[in-house]
């Protein structure tokens, strides 16, 4: 088991940033793939970007690609999305995913990202 927490999110004006970060404890993190979800009110979950076991390979949506960046540090079990030039359109909660080599999926509790226009 792996218990995820997320922090890093509230209330930004549009063009700003927040930087997120997803803390797990139970078992190590660089076992998994970990990736960033989100959630808009009346939407389904999307994928915003994900990061390999190592670090080595990223993805991004392409409603992030060039806004975001996501990192991971193993040894300090944390993985980050920092998120710049912020749109309304980015409001939703965010949710950490760590997915074992054996696709079985971990979720944080999630943490709110609000952008005012």
């Known amino acids: 088991q792996v218990q995820l927490v997320e922090s890093g999110g509230g209330l930004v004006q549009a063009g700003g940033s927040l930087r997120l970060s997803c803390a797990a404890s139970g078992r190590t993190l660089s076992s998994f793939a970990v990736g960033w979800f989100r959630q808009a009110p009346g939407k389904e979950r999307e994928f915003v970007a994900g990061?390999?076991?190592?670090?080595?390979?990223?993805s991004y949506a392409d409603s992030g690609k060039g806004r975001f960046t996501i990192s991971r540090d193993n040894a300090k079990n944390t993985v980050t999305l920092q998120m710049n030039s912020l749109k309304p359109e980015d409001t939703a909660v965010y949710y950490c995913?760590?997915?074992?080599?054996?696709?079985?999926?971990?979720w944080g509790q999630g943490t709110q990202v609000t952008v005012s226009s």
């Open positions: 990061i390999s076991w190592n670090g080595g390979k990223t």
């Open positions: 995913n760590a997915r074992s080599s054996f696709y079985t999926d971990y």
